[in-house]
């Protein structure tokens, strides 16, 4: 008869353990390495009551929401979830600079690509799965002046590819695309017999044109996602000049936002290439124009004076004064001040810190736990 001692049944039982607590670790890696590799988007919102000049975009991923761009326009979920194409203000410029751009954001790794830049509003986006496993996005354009439709095919993976103005998407029959073209002249008809906003954002247009087109186009998508990357020049003559685009962000007076008692949005303005911070900053104490006034948007300077900046070893040293007559900031003020100047600064490389100092005598950061120090 075989007997097992008591020193070797212990051991045994031992290494039964340590294989049981190996295995489990095993199995809750694999559980972690799968959900990580699953992560798949499944609703969105946008938070701003101005769609027009976008807002925060969040995605909810496994009942989470995260969010993946400070400004968009309107979202879309794409590839099943693994990706999100949004759209944003800072495309080619065209007509009064009203060019989107599209994004896209991969879920898993977090990263974002600038896919298409445009001189025409994206009005609607459709995605296109093709029989070879390779996916298009569908894009339909319109412009402020004559109202007119545009239709572009990207490739998610490259960029834009494909590009017919007038033009609007009829049909799309697998990997095929029928095209309505129409005159200059028809638009003002067509757009009067929709309604809009449109509410379906999608390439197709809410209702077929109620004039008969002047040409037809069908095209096959396999043929279209072969071609070159189409990369649109900037229109305005500024850049081209030594000028260069920025950011100011100014204060979205009637928007609201969870937890916070105020909310800024960016506009866009025009400054030398070659400093680009001093002009920038000047521009942000010019404050808001009579459009952009009209669109939402508030000073967030409140009357302050710009007295210069100092950039040094990344850090950004902004002056101001209070001129006497300007009292008029109420009790957010100076928090939106400080907000604003540190986001626009920012949006430049060699600024890593911004300090705001005062000289003379200010009133204005008085509900501020601590006041602004005095320039030295």
Request: glycine share 8%; aromatic share 10%.
């Amino acid at each position: 008869m075989f007997c097992v001692g008591r020193s070797e049944n212990g051991e045994f039982m031992k290494r039964i353990t340590l294989y049981l607590s190996i295995f489990t670790v095993l199995i809750g890696i694999s559980a972690i390495s799968a959900i990580a590799q699953d992560l798949r988007a499944t609703a969105f919102e946008i938070k701003t009551e101005n769609r027009e000049f976008g807002g925060q975009a969040f995605i909810t991923v496994n009942g989470q929401q995260k969010m993946i761009a400070e400004h968009a326009i309107d979202v879309w979920i794409i590839n099943d979830g693994r990706e999100v194409v949004y759209s944003d203000r800072d495309g080619a410029g065209g007509f009064e600079n009203e060019g989107h751009s599209l994004k896209i954001y991969e879920v898993k790794t977090g990263k974002t690509r600038k896919i298409m830049e445009q001189y025409y509003m994206v009005v609607g986006l459709s995605e296109v799965k093709l029989k070879n496993g390779r996916i298009a996005l569908l894009v339909r354009m319109e412009d402020g002046g004559l109202g007119a439709s545009y239709f572009s095919v990207v490739d998610p993976k490259r960029g834009e590819v494909f590009f017919r103005p007038f033009a609007e998407l009829s049909r799309q029959n697998g990997d095929k695309l029928t095209l309505l073209f129409y005159k200059e002249d028809d638009w003002e008809t067509i757009i009067q017999s929709r309604d809009y906003p449109d509410a379906k954002k999608s390439a197709f247009p809410t209702k077929r044109a109620t004039v008969k087109s002047a040409k037809t186009e069908i095209h096959n998508l396999n043929v279209i996602l072969k071609n070159k990357v189409i990369y649109n020049k900037p229109t305005n003559e500024y850049l081209e000049a030594g000028f260069k685009r920025v950011k100011l962000y100014l204060w979205r007076v009637n928007d609201n936002q969870p937890n916070k008692n105020f909310v800024l949005g960016t506009v866009e303005r025009e400054v030398e290439a070659a400093a680009p911070l001093r002009p920038t900053l000047e521009e942000l104490f010019k404050g808001a124009t009579k459009y952009e006034e009209e669109k939402g948007f508030g000073s967030v300077t409140f009357g302050m004076k710009f007295e210069g900046v100092v950039l040094k070893n990344g850090i950004a040293t902004v002056k101001f004064s209070q001129p006497k007559n300007e009292t008029n900031y109420g009790t957010l003020g100076s928090f939106i001040f400080l907000e604003a100047i540190e986001k626009t600064a920012k949006q430049f490389p060699t600024v890593k810190k911004v300090e705001i100092c005062a000289i003379g005598e200010t009133l204005f950061d008085a509900q501020m736990e601590r006041q602004f120090p005095r320039c030295k």
